[in-house]
């Protein structure tokens, strides 16, 4: 496994060049909804996976509004080509044999810290914005349910381009209560089509 290793330095220069890169080629990014934060609590964050975009869009909104330590998940093929990504929290998880179980200690380690985020893709492809079933991978439930005292919050993105040349992101954002944890898969599959439901509400402009 390869574990988070942060550098202030790294994070300095990340949290520039991510706004920068995000400004070059998007209009903008709008999101939707009102999440307090709880500081006595650790953050899980689970969101659709559409782009490789992904983690940035969620570094970026951590920065903005959940303003803790920064780890997300990553597979670790992906990751063992960019280690760099572990000086601003990536980690990494193994779908193969016995591996994915250290991944899921790990992550239940970090959730025990309140200052800590994790950030995790649960249905572990990139798959397309159209409204579907997202299936979470298994070991996900082992994270959620395991954990204690941490709040989780589920984001859905989607982008339009509408009438101009650069597109603009939205994300909707909405808090999973607690008590949801044994049901996460469905909630979080309720909250997407809701989210897909009023985002194609807005006006065309």
């Known amino acids: 496994m390869i574990f988070a290793n942060h550098n202030k330095w790294y994070k300095f220069f990340f949290d520039w060049y991510f706004k920068f890169i995000i400004r070059k080629d998007f209009r903008n990014i709008i999101i939707k909804g009102n999440v307090e934060i709880n500081n006595n609590f650790s953050l899980l964050v689970i969101s659709n996976h559409f782009s490789w975009w992904d983690g940035f869009l969620i570094y970026v909104i951590n920065n903005l509004i959940f303003k803790k330590k920064f780890h997300i998940m990553m597979l670790e093929e992906e990751l063992a080509k960019r280690k760099f990504l572990t000086k601003i929290g ?17 992550t239940q380690k970090l959730l025990s810290e309140s200052q800590n985020m994790v950030s995790i893709f649960p249905q572990g492809k990139i798959e397309t914005l159209v409204p579907k079933k997202f299936d979470f991978e298994s070991g996900v439930d082992r994270i959620i349910t395991n954990t204690i005292n941490n709040q989780i919050v589920l984001v859905a993105f989607f982008i339009d381009y509408h009438s101009y040349r650069k597109p603009t992101i939205y994300a909707y954002l909405k808090e999973a209560k607690n008590e949801m944890k044994n049901n996460l898969e469905n909630i979080y599959n309720e909250f997407y089509q809701e989210s897909y439901l009023s985002h194609s509400q807005l006006p065309n402009k």
């Open 90 to 106: 990536t980690y990494s998880v193994s779908k193969k044999g016995k591996a994915i179980f250290e991944s899921i200690h790990y």
